[in-house]
């Protein structure tokens, strides 16, 4: 989920998380798919504009693209090019790669402590 702090244009938006999947992938007729569904769905606003949220759910049909809670539609094959933006070695914040490593492996301690704990182990 994105959510906008300040307002970027719409091709400006579209182009910039384009940019950032298109090296990770070989399917660029995707990639051009991915750009349109935030264009048309950032330009139906006019802009991202503080407050606005962009969510890309990823499945292995693709990437869904919302934007404010209305869903635009899917760039299909993107699941990995598009999670790999924030989570291969090129990341773009290493520092959000490093908290999602931190946070997942956190909770399945503390999941795993919980379920030993209701099974009477310890």
Known sequence: LLKMNFKVGA???????????DPRTSDKGAVETLKQLILDGVAAKGAATPGTTIQF??????VKVSVDGT????APG????????????DGVSPAL????????????VTSKSASSNSDGKS
């Open 11 to 21: 091709e400006k938006m579209a182009a910039a998380i384009a940019e950032s999947v």
């Open 57 to 62: 759910d990823c499945s292995d049909e693709g």
């Open 71 to 74: 869903e635009i539609g899917s």
């Open 78 to 89: 993107l699941c990995q090019a598009f999670c790999d933006v924030f989570l291969d070695k």
């Open 97 to 108: 790669r490093d908290s999602i490593v931190e946070n997942s492996c956190e909770k399945i």
